[in-house]
């Protein structure tokens, strides 16, 4: 639409105040509420401590960039987004803990069966003494 074909009040023109054509200005409602839903949680604690520690395949660090990106979006106020990286977060928290739990629970029971084994060989060994090395390659043969 061109501006020659708009028909202007009579007093008003385009560049001019022209408070006289206007309506009164109505109340415009701004709803701040977060309508009775929680902000997904971003799990950034658990994601560093899973970081730093054994660290598995990277799953804590891909649970770190996850929750980083749920509290982008949560304070963007993207709350879709942010519960779908949070979920993520949260999945990779969960796989990395267990590989973190499952890892040194791995070496406590070879450790355990490695003692059995040594306490149920014939006789005792001297693995310092001259026949050490043949004594400890007997003692994991079957």
């Not at 109340?27 to 660290?55: E, I, Q």
């Not at 649970?63 to 979006?73: E, M």
């Not at 355990?112 to 014939?122: D, F, I, M, N, T």
């Amino acid at each position: 639409m061109d501006n020659h074909s708009y028909n202007f009040p009579s007093d008003c023109t385009p560049l001019t105040n022209c408070k006289s054509a206007r309506k009164p200005a109505g109340s415009t409602v701004v709803n701040m509420g977060n309508n009775g839903k929680n902000p997904p949680r971003d799990y950034l604690v658990w994601s560093l401590c899973n970081t730093l520690y054994v660290n598995f395949c990277c799953l804590g660090f891909m649970a770190l960039i996850y929750s980083i990106k749920a509290r982008d979006q949560k304070t963007q106020g993207n709350l879709q987004l942010a519960q779908e990286c949070s979920d993520k977060a949260k999945w990779y928290n969960i796989l990395a803990a267990g590989w973190n739990l499952l890892i040194p629970l791995l070496a406590v029971v070879l450790l355990v069966l490695l003692l059995v084994h040594l306490g149920s060989s014939q006789g005792s060994f001297d693995f310092l003494g001259e026949d050490g090395l043949q004594n400890f390659i007997k003692l994991f043969s079957w």
